[in-house]
């Protein structure tokens, strides 16, 4: 799966686990999973986004680095 491709709100819950809305959007923020409410109002996030809190931010850092 591409890691731009949207996971859905049922995608999200069966491989959770969880069976409430809000308690999958807790979750979410809990383990910092970026997420959007698409128009009918569902969650959805990316596989990048699942993925961002187990690997990191690869991103460079805009810190002052001491040598």
């Known amino acids: 799966m591409p890691k731009d491709a ?3 709100q049922a995608d999200l819950m069966e491989w959770s686990g969880i069976k409430r809305k ?3 959007i807790q979750w979410l923020m809990q383990n910092g999973i ?3 409410y698409v128009r009918n ?3 959805v996030t ?3 986004a699942l993925d961002q809190p187990l ?3 690869d991103s460079p850092s805009t810190g002052i680095e001491f040598l």
């Open 6 to 8: 949207l996971i859905s």
């Open 22 to 24: 809000k308690d999958l």
């Open 34 to 36: 970026h997420f959007y």
């Open 41 to 43: 109002g569902e969650v």
């Open 46 to 48: 990316t596989q990048a």
């Open 55 to 57: 690997v990191g931010d």
